[in-house]
């Protein structure tokens, strides 16, 4: 099994950055996707973007292609989302997701806050 834990959320003024981390442990051999998801209020869970673990391949969603972006840091085995120009609608929790040989894991989740 993976076990993942994001940090990096916060409150941000409008057109703003911030940077979520996702640190893998466990059995991190075995991922091949890792997904960022974003959960706001009284909604539904969204897709933002999908990064191969490999690094070969990487799409986001259209409402933050553009401004958002994924990164890997190989000897941590972190996942970084790289989230510029945020606007207030960004608002939500944000998770990450690992797809691995038959399991799906979730984090925690962080708060990300956009304030106009």
């Known amino acids: 099994q993976v076990q993942l834990v994001e940090s990096g959320g916060g409150l941000v003024q409008a057109g703003g950055s911030l940077r979520l981390s996702c640190a893998a442990s466990?059995?991190?051999?075995?991922?091949?996707?890792m997904r960022w998801f974003r959960q706001a209020p009284g909604k539904e869970r969204e897709f933002v973007a999908n990064?191969?673990?490999?690094?070969?391949?990487?799409y986001y969603a259209d409402s933050v292609k553009g401004r958002f972006t994924v990164s890997k840091e190989n000897a941590k085995d972190t996942v970084y989302l790289q989230m510029n120009s945020l606007k207030p609608e960004d608002t939500a929790v944000y998770y990450c997701?690992?797809?691995?040989?038959?399991?799906?894991?979730w984090g925690q989740g962080t708060q990300v806050t956009v304030s106009s």
């Open positions: 466990g059995r991190t051999f075995t991922i091949h996707t």
């Open positions: 990064y191969a673990w490999s690094g070969s391949f990487t």
């Open positions: 997701n690992a797809l691995s040989a038959g399991y799906e894991n």
